[in-house]
């Protein structure tokens, strides 16, 4: 069996995370979210590591959290626990963290963007927040960075009606920093995690910490309130139906 989560080394100082569910669009079930709290806390404990960048097999980011774990946690009560631990490990990652993206980013695979720190998207990404049609809410520090740096009409727009943007609307939004040309993305993300390899490390680490630093305890406390509302939201009966007609499809 592959692995969900693959890691390598793929320049000095450059690690490599990817998604690796293709034939699930990397949905990302327990055993992803697992693999990628433990690669990035490796990345973060490795003193050779200066960038990580993470990414998706197949042609594609992530469909986000997969359904059938959404149905079973709902059903055994555990809630999304693993999914916000991977949140407030990407939230507090301490190297630099740079996203490639094609295909989809849906759901977890578009806030996660929120907490990298550069993101790039081939022109024919696709991103979409569907928590509202699938009887859930906002997660992932959304609820209050999208608002600040897409504008509260935008992050309403997103986040309300919950439907599919290009990679043009993302990068509008705040959400990336580039649009280049489709299947690039992750040789701009290496270019660019090689260039900041190469500057002083704890320079780059200590810009990091005060980019962050204003809204950082804001981040962690949304992430937690969210996470108490998306554990009640799961057992309704507005997202086991949703989940039930995905899963009938
Ligand atoms: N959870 C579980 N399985 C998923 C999944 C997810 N999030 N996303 C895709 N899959 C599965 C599909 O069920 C399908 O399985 P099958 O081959 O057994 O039928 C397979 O992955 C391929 O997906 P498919 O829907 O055929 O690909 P597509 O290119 O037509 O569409 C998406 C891709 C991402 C638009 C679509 O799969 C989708 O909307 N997925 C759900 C996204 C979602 O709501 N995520 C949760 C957000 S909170």
Not at 38 to 46: G, N, W
Not at 47 to 69: M, Q
Not at 98 to 124: K, Q, R, W
């Amino acid at each position: 069996m592959s692995e969900s989560v693959v890691t390598e080394t793929v320049a000095a100082g450059v690690v490599q995370i990817t998604m690796n569910r293709p034939d699930r669009k990397n949905a990302l079930d327990r055993a992803s979210y697992a693999g990628l709290i433990a690669a990035l806390a490796a990345a973060d404990a490795d003193e050779t590591i200066r960038a990580i960048v993470l990414t998706g097999a197949g042609g594609c980011f992530t469909s986000g959290n997969d359904i059938r774990d959404f149905a079973a946690a709902a059903a055994s009560g555990d809630g999304a626990r693993i999914a916000i631990d991977f949140l407030t490990a990407i939230s507090s990652t301490a190297k630099p963290i740079l996203a490639a993206v094609e295909g989809f980013a849906v759901g977890i695979g578009t806030t996660m963007l929120l907490h990298c720190d550069l993101a790039f998207a081939g022109a024919g990404a696709t991103f979409r927040m569907p928590f509202v049609t699938l009887g859930l809410c906002p997660e992932g520090g959304s609820s209050y960075l999208l608002p600040l740096i897409a504008g509260q009409k935008v992050a309403a727009e997103l986040l309300m009606l919950g439907e599919a943007f290009d990679a043009p609307a993302a990068l509008d939004a705040g959400l990336l920093n580039r649009v280049v040309p489709e299947g690039t993305a992750l040789e701009h993300a290496l270019a660019r995690a090689k260039t900041l390899a190469a500057l002083p490390p704890q320079s780059v680490a200590l810009t990091k910490m005060l980019l962050k630093k204003g809204t950082r305890t804001a981040t962690a406390e949304t992430i937690a309130e969210e996470a108490r509302h998306f554990g009640e939201r799961l057992r309704s009966p507005e997202a086991m139906a949703a989940f039930a007609a995905f899963l009938k499809k």
